[in-house]
């Protein structure tokens, strides 16, 4: 499973929208979600889209372990999670810095439902169904925007909201 150029910002195929996946349980699409998961853990990514290695399929990928240095970030199971559907429980919104390995070294503010329900299917089209809040629900909302050729930035209030992360959080 080799790990794969990840795409950045600028490149035309991170603003397409990709295409619904047809076949489950195929060798083709094992072999994407293992290259993808490769590049992740070696990028330290919490999540990512098929788009972001140039596969316009509507495929991503997300988990985070709990870590008891960071106990404020929730652990969000390892996930795959194909032709998601996001339907928000509620018009709750909440504020959280965002990064992308897309756009490596900035970070930016972005508001999302902090209450979620997703739908969807793993590799072998088992259903999926889940209802989150918080961190989890903020993940899987960016990540699916990958699929409709949306990155963090174009969801900023302000340009101001956008910065390096050297600057940001200097004592990281
Ligand atoms: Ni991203």
């Known amino acids: 499973m080799p790990t794969r150029r990840v795409l950045k ?3 035309p195929l991170l603003y397409r929208k990709a295409a619904p996946v047809e076949n489950f349980n195929t060798p083709e699409l094992d072999s994407l979600i293992a290259d993808m998961f490769a590049t992740m ?3 330290n ?5 098929a788009p972001q290695i140039g596969v316009s399929q509507r495929v991503v990928i997300f988990g985070v372990e709990s870590n008891p240095r960071y106990p404020e970030v929730e652990p969000v199971p390892t996930t795959v999670l194909i032709n998601p559907q996001l339907e928000p429980i509620g018009e709750e919104m909440e504020d959280g810095w965002e990064g992308c390995l897309s756009v490596p070294g900035l970070r930016g503010l972005v508001s ?4 979620l329900r997703y739908t969807g299917f793993d590799q072998q089209g088992k259903p ?3 209802t989150v809040s918080g961190f989890h629900a903020r993940v899987v909302q960016h990540e699916v925007d990958h699929l409709d050729g949306i990155l963090f930035p174009m969801r900023l209030r302000d340009i101001r909201l956008l910065g390096f992360e050297e600057a940001l ?3 990281l």
Not at 45 to 49: F, P
Request: net charge negative; proline share 5%; charged share 35%.
């Open 169 to 171: 959080f200097p004592d």
């Open 41 to 43: 853990v070696e990028q």
């Open 45 to 49: 990514g919490a999540g990512l889209a």
């Open 9 to 11: 910002m600028g490149d």
């Open 128 to 130: 999926i169904d889940r």
């Open 112 to 115: 999302r439902y902090k209450n």
